[in-house]
């Protein structure tokens, strides 16, 4: 992107920021509940040879094909374990390949946590499949509370109920030909049970139920992070991609954010044994310069180390993940200084930087923005608008 581009964005979004804040209006109330799609998404919750299942109250077990109920228990304690022939539940084995596990109040607990829902079970490779069949709103639930805190500003627990959403169904479109619409087992969760949800995060999904953030009519990809330290990414710079509404903006709304600086001492041993876990045969780190190479918002993009082995240049995200994203919070403003055996790293922000500014999007809403207005600020030239 030219530095033009950056500066036209950046004045845009600056002028139309501090303009006029939306008053509520028709477009800014939910849509009523039968207006609302209750889309429904099958999690892959676990996969193994066996998996251990409560319900409170009883226990419906039926045949996910022909619907007809195999067992009820009234204890609700279910272990399905794989068989070359079917099922084995409790012990009791059945042809079926394929079953439904649920509860009489919606909850059902799969390995120790609770889920809304319910879990179909299936045979794959030797396998037993286990899915979480939940609501997608009720999914938002949990991601809303785990994302961001129950004490957050209303307006931005919407934004976030927003972008989550939309999220979940963009990423859906990359499982089209499996049996499950997205991979809970995978770094990237998308759902989080029962126990991360709460009275806001639930108020902040219910009164946004429905709305999603569009571009050119199509659902958006809406990636958030903790803060961006007062600059935000272009997704090329991280996915690869090419994405306007994705394309790097000033936060003047993050600076008050615990996030925004950070300091961090990692010792020289654990990045040694870091990169002789990635093949690098090293037994020293001299000297690090995260200033190798850097993107127009600032964050270093390679780092540069001086080994005993001579120099190693690494792509700034592979060594953030090598040495631990905790850790390494951010790229941006990136410094590192040698100190006794460790490093002394400094930044600013806490995550990829791509998208929506977390605690930007606090900032915005306590200083009076609607969610709408965080939204259209983090994803530049989208529309806000039911499914």
Known sequence: M????????????????????????????????????????????LVGSSCK??????????DSISKIQLSALASGAVVVEYSETGLVINGKSFNNGSIIVAGEDDRIEIEGTIFRGYAEISK???????????????????????????????????????????????????????????????????YFGVSFENPQSIKATDNTAGIIVKYKGERAFTPYFANCGGYTEDVA??????????????????????????????????????????????????????????????????????????????????????????????????TARPRGGKFKFTGKGWGHGTGMCQEGAEGMAREGHKFKEILRRYYPGTEISSK
């Open 2 to 45: 030219k530095n033009i581009s950056i500066l036209c964005i950046a004045l845009a979004m600056l002028f139309g920021c501090s303009a006029g804040r939306e008053t509520v209006s028709k477009e800014d109330t939910a849509p009523r509940k039968e207006e609302i799609d209750l889309h429904r998404l099958k999690l892959l919750t």
């Open 53 to 62: 299942i409560k319900t409170s109250g009883a226990c419906h077990i039926t």
């Open 124 to 190: 794959e490779n030797g396998k037993l499949l286990v899915i979480n069949n939940i609501g997608l709103e009720e999914c938002v639930y949990s991601h809303v509370g785990r994302e961001l805190s129950a004490v957050s500003p209303s307006e931005a627990l919407k934004a976030q109920a927003v972008a989550a959403r939309t999220f979940l169904l963009h990423e859906k479109q990359s499982y089209k030909n499996k049996d499950y619409d997205l991979n809970n087992l995978e770094k990237s969760r998308t």
């Open 237 to 334: 710079e991280i996915w690869g991609a090419k994405m306007p509404y994705l394309s790097p903006v000033p936060c003047f709304f993050c600076k008050n954010g615990r996030h925004y600086t950070w300091e961090a001492e990692i010792q020289e041993d654990h990045i040694v044994a870091s990169l002789n876990k990635k093949g690098y045969k090293v037994t020293s780190v001299s000297d690090i310069n995260p200033r190798h190479e850097v993107t127009k918002s600032g964050r270093a993009k390679k780092i540069k180390l001086i080994t005993n082995s001579g120099e190693i240049v690494i792509d700034l995200e592979n060594f953030r993940q090598l040495v631990g994203y905790n850790l390494l919070k951010s790229a941006r403003s990136l």
